[in-house]
Every structure is written in structure tokens, then in C-alpha cells.
């Protein structure tokens, strides 16, 4: 592997963040979210990290990932996917007991056809747009599919196992969207169970509600971004306020360092030029490696912080698609070779995936999910069951077709 960077990933770090996020939400059990490849992190070795953190559920957008995870070997946890267009494989997700969120009366009917035709009983979770105004049936279309739906339970193609929704404004818990979207789901669960259904499950949390609404807990909270360790709720409190450790470290080995004098513009534009004698570092990759080119730097406005030895220094001038430069000062002693690290765990005061995210005007979840499958994953932590995670992990990502995978 000649690749000059990876992204090295903590699963010890992921399976600690779910057992602080079940402490966070004592009463309800967790549905680590692993949409996005996890948020980049690896699906499958990050799912079998969030399990031995104590997640009982895993919660996939897609559906192939939802299948990928069963692929793996993933038979035990309950498997929850919600966002497919019509046509989707719904009888292979019946067939491989995924639990199918259910937004249309016309996602209702073609589950009860699937269901039908594969002779099983699909668990279908209600999805209620409460007010986020995305996914989901808005309350209306609640009471006209609910009979639809009764009228299947009682043939058996379905059982109606849970409800759910989302909230628009969970980062910001004191936000009177919070509570007026509390109320219709409640009103939603109470005309749901007095019909006639045995709900396994209502949900409303994401990591900003768990961590801030404990009165929305419910029975199942749907953490994503706090189970990778970055704080939903940067505003309010860091990754360590919430006992989350960063899972991802981003790192690469300078490719070049040369001295150049004052005066020497630096990438492309010349947004950046030296104001003395200087030793300029190139890293190795780019936005096409998921580095935010809205990260540049100019003279007046560091770019994305890198750690170089025991500072930290802005990427000078443009990002370019595989490349940025440091200006690593006149008295630099680095060597091509030596590792810089554009984020990690913060600890000792490096850079994190939140500061890239300020930089680029963006949120964490950006950072992270954008570091492209070209750059290798590496695992780390959980020991011993290592080399068979990234194993798994390659051949889920090569079965999903995305693209060169995990690293030993
Ligand atoms: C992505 C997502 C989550 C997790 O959100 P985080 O903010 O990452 O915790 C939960 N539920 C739904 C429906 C989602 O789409």
C-alpha cells in the first residue's frame, strides 16, 4: 500500500461513545446510525464496534447498506433501513429481516406486495413527518394509510413494530420546534396504539436529542454522529464534555519540503504568499481525497489546521485536488516522510474533524463523511478482532461497489 495517507480508525473509540450514549439515554436502547459507510468510518467494522459498545440496533439510510450488513454476517441486531425510491429490493430486505420504514401509502403497498410475494411478515416502522418537512407521512396521511396498514397486520404481511420521526432543530433543544414536534409525535403514537397496534418501538432521537432532550428518548435512540465521537452540539459542548473520543484520524506523510524566499507565491492563484525566507511542506492530498477546498488559506486567514510535529499551521493558498502546502516557517525541521495529522482526537491539542469544519464554514459530519474510499481505512483498537473487521470491511465495500476499501 503506497498510498501516503489513511484515515486510521479507533473502534475501541466507537464502542466507548455508544456505551457513554447509552448512559446519556439509560431507558432506551441504541440504534447506532451507520448511513454514509458509517460517516466514512467503515460500515461494517464500525458496526461491529458499535455492537460491543452495547447498540442493539443499527439504523442504514440505504438499503444496500442494510443488506451489505447482513452480507457481513451482521445476523443478530435489528437492522432498520428508511429511504428507498420505488422498485427497491424490498422482498430481499424482508427475506433478510431488515425492518423497513414506511414514509407513502405507496411505500405501504409495495411493502405488502413484497411481503406477500416472499411469504414473510415485514416490519414496517411508521415514519411521521412531524415537522421537518423531508421523509415521512405528515399526520394526515397518518390517518388515511393507517387502516391500509391494520388490514395487512391482520393478514400477516406486516406488523406494525414501530413509529418514528426526526426533528429540524435537535441542536438547538430549547428551540420551540423541539417541543411543538414532541407534541404530534406523541398525538402520532397515541392514534397508532389506540388502532390497534403493538408498538415495539416509538423513536425520535438523533445524537443532539440524545445528548440533549432526554424527553424524547422514548424507547430507541438513533445516534450517528456522537457514536463516531464529534459533538452533534458543537455550540453547547466538545466531543469531551460529552465523554465522545474522536474515532477518525486523518493523517499523511509529507510528500516534499523545500526552502523558498520571501515573496514566493504557493498554490494555485497565488492566494498565499511568503512574507520571509520559508520551508514549505506539500501533503499529499487534496480535495479529491475529501480535503474541503473551501478550506484554503490566504496570508490574513489560516486554512485547515494541520498538526506538524508539535504546532499547528494552516494550509497555505489553495487546496488543490490532490495536494495542499504548508508554510511550516523558517526553522522547520521536517522531513519528507514525517506524518502530519489534519485531524484526530484532539487530544494534546491537535486539530479535529470541528475545526476543519469551522474553517470550511461546514459541520463535522461533512468532514468526516467526505474523506474519500480512495484513501485507505486503517483499524485500530478492539483487539484482536482487527484484521477480521477490515476484512469484512473490504469485501462490504467492494460488494457495494465503493471503490478500494479497508487496509491492514
Ligand atoms: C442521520 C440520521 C440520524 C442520526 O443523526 P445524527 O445527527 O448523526 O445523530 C438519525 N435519524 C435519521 C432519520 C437520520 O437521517
Given at each position: 500500500m503506497s498510498f501516503p495517507a489513511r484515515a486510521v480508525v479507533d473502534l475501541s473509540a466507537i464502542a466507548s461513545n455508544v456505551r457513554s450514549l447509552r448512559a446519556h439515554a439509560p431507558t432506551a436502547q441504541v440504534?447506532?446510525?451507520?448511513?454514509?459507510?458509517?460517516?466514512g468510518h467503515g460500515l461494517v467494522p464500525a458496526a461491529r464496534a458499535a455492537l460491543a459498545g452495547g447498540a442493539t440496533w443499527l439504523g442504514a439510510a440505504q438499503m444496500d447498506e442494510a443488506l451489505a450488513l447482513r452480507a457481513a454476517g451482521l445476523s443478530e441486531p435489528r437492522v432498520l433501513t428508511w429511504l428507498y425510491a420505488p422498485g427497491a429490493p424490498l422482498a430481499r430486505a424482508i427475506e433478510?429481516?431488515?425492518?423497513?420504514?414506511?414514509?407513502?401509502?405507496?411505500?405501504?403497498?409495495?411493502?405488502?406486495?413484497?411481503?406477500?410475494?416472499?411469504?414473510?411478515?415485514?416490519?414496517?416502522?411508521?415514519?411521521?413527518?412531524?415537522g421537518l418537512g423531508r421523509n415521512g407521512l405528515t399526520p394526515a396521511d397518518l390517518a388515511d394509510v393507517l387502516p391500509a396498514g391494520l388490514r395487512a397486520?391482520?393478514?400477516?404481511?406486516?406488523?406494525?413494530?414501530?413509529?418514528?420521526?426526526?426533528?429540524?432543530?435537535?441542536?438547538?433543544?430549547?428551540h420551540p420546534t423541539v417541543r411543538a414536534?414532541?407534541?404530534?409525535?406523541?398525538?402520532?403514537?397515541?392514534?397508532?396504539?389506540?388502532a390497534g397496534a403493538a408498538l415495539e418501538v416509538r423513536h425520535l432521537a438523533n445524537s443532539a436529542a440524545t445528548l440533549t432532550s432526554p424527553q424524547v428518548h422514548y424507547d430507541l435512540v438513533r445516534p450517528g454522529i456522537a457514536v463516531y465521537g464529534l459533538s452533534p452540539v458543537p455550540q453547547l459542548g466538545s466531543s469531551a464534555d460529552f465523554g465522545l473520543v474522536p474515532a477518525m484520524t486523518f493523517e499523511a506523510e509529507l510528500a516534499t519540503v523545500k526552502r523558498v524566499p520571501a515573496g514566493h507565491g504557493?498554490?494555485?492563484?497565488?492566494?498565499?504568499?511568503?512574507?520571509?525566507?520559508?520551508?514549505?511542506?506539500?501533503?499529499?492530498?487534496?480535495?479529491?481525497?475529501?480535503v474541503p477546498r473551501h478550506?484554503?488559506?490566504?496570508?490574513?486567514?489560516?486554512?485547515?489546521?494541520?498538526?506538524?510535529?508539535?504546532?499547528?499551521v494552516g494550509v497555505a493558498g489553495r487546496v488543490c485536488m490532490d495536494q495542499v502546502v504548508l508554510d511550516l516557517g523558517p526553522d522547520a525541521t521536517e522531513q519528507p516522510g514525517d506524518r502530519v495529522e489534519l485531524f484526530g482526537t484532539g487530544a494534546d491539542g491537535g486539530p479535529t474533524a470541528e475545526d476543519w469544519a469551522r474553517v470550511a464554514g461546514t459541520i463535522s459530519y461533512e468532514i468526516v463523511t467526505r474523506v474519500s474510499r480512495g484513501v485507505p481505512r486503517e483499524y485500530v483498537g478492539l483487539d484482536g478482532a482487527v484484521p477480521s473487521l477490515a476484512a469484512?470491511?473490504?469485501?462490504?465495500?467492494?460488494?457495494?461497489?465503493?471503490g478500494t476499501g479497508a487496509a491492514l
Amino acid at each position: 500500500m503506497s498510498f501516503p495517507a489513511r484515515a486510521v480508525v479507533d473502534l475501541s473509540a466507537i464502542a466507548s461513545n455508544v456505551r457513554s450514549l447509552r448512559a446519556h439515554a439509560p431507558t432506551a436502547q441504541v440504534m447506532a446510525v451507520v448511513k454514509a459507510d458509517a460517516y466514512g468510518h467503515g460500515l461494517v467494522p464500525a458496526a461491529r464496534a458499535a455492537l460491543a459498545g452495547g447498540a442493539t440496533w443499527l439504523g442504514a439510510a440505504q438499503m444496500d447498506e442494510a443488506l451489505a450488513l447482513r452480507a457481513a454476517g451482521l445476523s443478530e441486531p435489528r437492522v432498520l433501513t428508511w429511504l428507498y425510491a420505488p422498485g427497491a429490493p424490498l422482498a430481499r430486505a424482508i427475506e433478510a429481516d431488515v425492518d423497513l420504514a414506511v414514509s407513502s401509502a405507496a411505500a405501504l403497498a409495495e411493502v405488502v406486495a413484497a411481503a406477500r410475494l416472499v411469504g414473510r411478515t415485514a416490519r414496517v416502522h411508521l415514519k411521521v413527518d412531524t415537522g421537518l418537512g423531508r421523509n415521512g407521512l405528515t399526520p394526515a396521511d397518518l390517518a388515511d394509510v393507517l387502516p391500509a396498514g391494520l388490514r395487512a397486520q391482520a393478514d400477516g404481511a406486516l406488523a406494525l413494530v414501530g413509529i418514528w420521526s426526526h426533528l429540524a432543530f435537535a441542536d438547538e433543544p430549547d428551540h420551540p420546534t423541539v417541543r411543538a414536534q414532541h407534541g404530534v409525535f406523541a398525538d402520532a403514537v397515541r392514534l397508532v396504539e389506540s388502532a390497534g397496534a403493538a408498538l415495539e418501538v416509538r423513536h425520535l432521537a438523533n445524537s443532539a436529542a440524545t445528548l440533549t432532550s432526554p424527553q424524547v428518548h422514548y424507547d430507541l435512540v438513533r445516534p450517528g454522529i456522537a457514536v463516531y465521537g464529534l459533538s452533534p452540539v458543537p455550540q453547547l459542548g466538545s466531543s469531551a464534555d460529552f465523554g465522545l473520543v474522536p474515532a477518525m484520524t486523518f493523517e499523511a506523510e509529507l510528500a516534499t519540503v523545500k526552502r523558498v524566499p520571501a515573496g514566493h507565491g504557493v498554490s494555485y492563484a497565488h492566494q498565499y504568499v511568503t512574507s520571509r525566507d520559508t520551508v514549505l511542506g506539500v501533503v499529499p492530498v487534496g480535495y479529491a481525497d475529501g480535503v474541503p477546498r473551501h478550506a484554503s488559506g490566504t496570508p490574513e486567514r489560516p486554512g485547515g489546521p494541520v498538526r506538524v510535529g508539535d504546532r499547528t499551521v494552516g494550509v497555505a493558498g489553495r487546496v488543490c485536488m490532490d495536494q495542499v502546502v504548508l508554510d511550516l516557517g523558517p526553522d522547520a525541521t521536517e522531513q519528507p516522510g514525517d506524518r502530519v495529522e489534519l485531524f484526530g482526537t484532539g487530544a494534546d491539542g491537535g486539530p479535529t474533524a470541528e475545526d476543519w469544519a469551522r474553517v470550511a464554514g461546514t459541520i463535522s459530519y461533512e468532514i468526516v463523511t467526505r474523506v474519500s474510499r480512495g484513501v485507505p481505512r486503517e483499524y485500530v483498537g478492539l483487539d484482536g478482532a482487527v484484521p477480521s473487521l477490515a476484512a469484512s470491511s473490504a469485501s462490504a465495500s467492494a460488494g457495494a461497489g465503493a471503490g478500494t476499501g479497508a487496509a491492514l
